[in-house]
């Protein structure tokens, strides 16, 4: 690991000239030796950057990793050893590909190879000697971007650029929640300003920065993981500290996908999304909260305030000029998109004499979040005699146990019905301008289709209605196609060949 040891007043972080562009590439990303080939494209078209990259594992390794340490756990040495063979076969043929007719590199990359494996295989006996934990489930989960950092640092150092490689645990200081760990601004801004900002002062050769995603550590030295969205996380969390060492910093933080951006609507529900080019920061968080995969909302939080932009952009097409951006900036449709969340339960309970106690839906939700059950929506009438609120389906059969077998929730005194349900959430600008609700239920209305719970978030950007399941794909296309498709505001997907 290369390091520069600087002291703090050795440089002025104002004479930072170049833009800090920020790239995170993805598990999608970074599968075969052809998608290294088209990093170093994406590095020369941003040659002019201060360029930091933020990798997350190979696709599918991650799983691995954590199912080597279950069998681990289980005393299963042969599971062990044929999951630990595949990760190294798939690492050391990329190794060869990469440095194929480059001995020396080949040589040293696969060296690098056994000794992380290695520490791995004494994690696993770990495991196996003390149990699973959330420490070590962490720890072995950090592997996976270990491995993909060394061999995109090796590969760009072979390919002639100045690399100075980190992992995330040097870097990023996070809270004691293993698997959802939130960073300690406080001291990874520390660790950036004496670490990683002397190496963008302009007077050095700029290097190419290779961090570890997804992972940072809690101050006593135990790796953390920050959950899912983690590596985005981590280029964000970068971004935010470099801005608040100087706010006069240039940055910016591209997220390269396997997909153009963020789409109107879920593709498996409308046949021609279109992208949307320009969200705001709340509107993405919208997005992101109901159903896109694209990116976790708190990659947007920790930055909304700063105003440091974020573009998804598709890795497979880096000169492409249709992406998404989002920034303070929004396009001026009223209703940007459509989200769609299926094999949802709306739950409905009522209770004339209970609902309106003080406390009683305060032990219904405690009741479910302590058995880790989600709530995606929650409606009341005001009358307060009945809430709905939805669930996954696959918690449908422990919710009911739970209510019904409760003894704060006496059964005599409560009404417990559910059904099937999907939700469509309509997001965008001021959705809740009376023209933009008369218009919404009219289309539905047209369908012959009864809402069947409705909600609304307080800033007036997501309207979620609850509807049966059998019709959200006619309602959801009706939708799309009444307020969404507008060739003027969105940019028409183009056909990849």
């Known amino acids: 690991m290369n390091k520069l040891n600087q002291t703090e007043n050795s440089f002025s972080i104002d004479e930072i000239v170049n833009p800090i562009h920020i790239m995170k590439f993805g598990g999608s990303c970074l599968h075969d030796a052809e998608s290294f080939k088209q990093i170093k494209l994406i590095t020369e078209l941003y040659a002019s950057d201060c360029k930091i990259y933020v990798s997350s594992a190979l696709h599918g390794i991650t799983e691995l990793l954590i199912k080597t340490s279950k069998f681990a756990s289980e005393n299963k040495p042969h599971d062990v050893s044929e999951l630990i063979k595949i990760i190294e076969t798939r690492h050391s043929n990329l190794i060869e590909a990469l440095f ?3 001995l020396k590199a080949r040589n040293e990359a696969q060296k690098r190879l056994q000794e992380i494996l290695l520490n791995l295989l004494t994690v696993l006996e770990d495991i196996k000697e003390f149990g699973i934990t959330p420490y070590f489930t962490d720890y072995i989960m ?18 002639n650029y100045y690399v100075v490689s980190f992992i995330g645990e040097d870097l990023i200081i996070t809270n004691d929640r293993f698997n959802d760990a939130l960073p300690n601004l406080c001291h990874t801004k520390k660790r950036i300003k004496e670490r990683l900002l002397p190496l963008l002062y302009q007077n050095f050769r700029s290097p190419i920065i290779c961090i570890t995603g997804f992972i940072g550590r809690n101050k006593i030295g ?4 920050l959950g899912r969205g983690g590596s985005d996380f981590s280029a964000t969390i970068i971004a935010r500290c470099l801005h608040d060492l100087n706010p006069n910093l240039e940055i910016k933080v591209s997220l390269w996908k396997d997909v153009d951006g963020i789409l109107t609507s879920n593709p498996n529900y409308v046949s021609s999304p279109q992208l949307i080019p320009e969200l705001t920061y709340q509107e993405a968080k919208e997005m992101a909260y109901i159903g896109a995969k694209v990116l976790h909302p708190k990659c947007l939080e920790i930055i909304e305030k700063q105003n440091i ?4 952009k598709n890795f497979n097409f880096p000169n492409q000029k249709e992406y998404t951006q989002i920034s303070q900036k929004s396009s001026s449709n009223n209703i940007k998109g459509l989200n769609v969340v299926e094999n949802l339960e709306l739950i409905s309970i009522s209770s004339p004499t209970l609902i309106n106690v003080p406390g009683f839906l305060g032990k219904v939700f405690s ?3 302590k ?3 989600n709530i995606n929506m929650i409606s009341q009438s005001c009358s307060q005699i009945g809430i709905s609120f939805a669930i996954e389906q696959f918690h449908l059969e422990q919710t009911l146990q739970l209510l019904t077998a409760d003894k704060n929730l006496p059964s005599e005194w409560i009404s417990i019905s559910h059904q099937p349900v999907g939700i469509i959430a309509i997001i965008g600008n001021d ?3 009376p023209e933009s609700i008369m218009n919404i239920y009219a289309s539905i209305a047209q369908l012959g289709i009864s809402p069947i719970s409705i909600a609304k978030n307080d800033k007036g950007m997501n309207l979620s209605i609850a509807l049966p399941e059998s019709s959200l794909q006619q309602t959801v296309n009706l939708i799309n196609d009444s307020f969404v498709s507008s060739e003027e ?6 056909s990849k060949q």
């Open 367 to 369: 009741l479910l979040g």
């Open 309 to 312: 932009p974020i573009e998804i």
């Open 100 to 102: 194929e007719g480059k």
């Open 489 to 494: 505001n969105f940019i028409q997907i183009k």
């Open 371 to 373: 058995h880790g059950i």
């Open 142 to 159: 950090s592997f996976g971007e270990k491995l993909s950092n060394f061999l995109l640092s090796s590969y760009l150092s072979n390919e």
């Open 222 to 225: 135990y790796t953390t993981t």
């Open 431 to 433: 959705i809740f301008l």
